[in-house]
């Protein structure tokens, strides 16, 4: 796989290497231009500073990035026979642009310096019970264990033995055993999925849904044509229940941060203003 993923990545460089070099030696002239309107000219090295690094076909995007650029000066060539260039409100609002993009990049500066993204377990729990009607579940969630295995295993009891292991040895074995002869498995049931994605690895997807969630630390099977379906619930929470800690952790730690950076923008803007205040260069008339 890895080898695949190497050969085709390359590929995608090699064309694009070929595209340069025999746009090089066919151009006419020797700026590297590749297309041009009226007095403006695109480069090649302009084009290649946009190049997205996962583009499937370097031509393709060659051709859109010229058509774009092209359709932009025409398209600015007519506008500015309408439009004053030098117009206040322009000139204003490319100021104001301006000034909110230097700021911006200041503010994101200090945030990578400075700012302390840490956010405490205790922080969380207080958010967590704080707000706990946001976080009412909107699907069913499940911790589960699955196993995918041929028909023709002679494995079978062995498996349904150590599905629900909590024994560390133990589930080292069924890991290893899965490494073996399963076609599938899923163990991590330390973690909440949404029901809805855990039950598209069965047969019959969501139509299980029910039995699956009919009792807890509860052993099913399903079977199809080649396979038969291990599936071991640890736990689950219907829709509407409150989601559990855990499942929204993350969610409620990446509210806290940005909660946190505003407070830390606003902190700098006072300080920044008290600062010139202190140093009389503010003066209001």
């Not at 076909?57 to 000066?73: A, C, G, P």
């Not at 080649?226 to 229940?241: A, E, H, L």
């Not at 509210?255 to 209001?284: D, G, M, P, R, V």
Request: charged content about 30%; aromatic content about 14%; proline content about 1%.
């Amino acid at each position: 796989m890895f080898c695949i993923l190497l050969l085709n990545k390359l590929n995608k460089y090699l064309k694009l290497f070929i595209f340069i070099f025999l746009f090089s030696c066919s151009s006419e002239n020797n700026e590297g231009y590749i297309a041009s309107y009226k007095d403006d000219f695109l480069t090649l090295d302009d084009a290649l500073i946009d190049f997205p690094p996962n583009v499937k076909d370097t031509s393709i995007f060659l051709e859109t990035y010229i058509n774009d650029w092209l359709i932009t000066k025409v398209i600015l060539n007519k506008a500015k026979l309408y439009i004053d260039e030098d117009d206040s409100d322009i000139i204003n609002s490319v100021n104001q642009y301006k000034e909110t993009l230097i700021i911006y990049k200041y503010q994101n500066e200090l945030i990578n310096s400075q700012f302390d993204t840490t956010v405490t377990m205790d922080d969380v729990k207080k958010y967590y019970e704080k707000f706990s009607n946001d976080f009412v579940l909107h699907k069913d969630i499940v911790k589960a264990r699955l196993i995918k295995i041929n028909k023709e295993t002679l494995h079978l009891n062995k498996v349904k033995d150590l599905v629900s292991t909590m024994d560390e040895d133990e589930l080292l074995e069924l890991v290893d055993f899965c490494e073996m002869y399963a076609e599938n498995s899923f163990l991590n049931d330390s973690v909440w999925v949404y029901l809805s994605e855990f039950s598209q690895k069965l047969p019959n997807g969501s139509k299980e849904n029910k039995k699956l969630l009919s009792n807890k630390n509860k052993i099913h099977s399903f079977m199809d044509d080649n396979f038969i379906y291990i599936i071991f619930v640890r736990d689950y929470q219907i829709k509407g229940n409150k989601s559990p800690l855990s499942f929204v952790f993350s969610n409620i730690r990446k509210i806290l941060q940005n909660k946190n950076k505003k407070q830390f923008i606003t902190n700098l803007e006072k300080k920044l203003y008290q600062e010139a205040l202190y140093s009389e260069h503010i003066k209001i008339y």
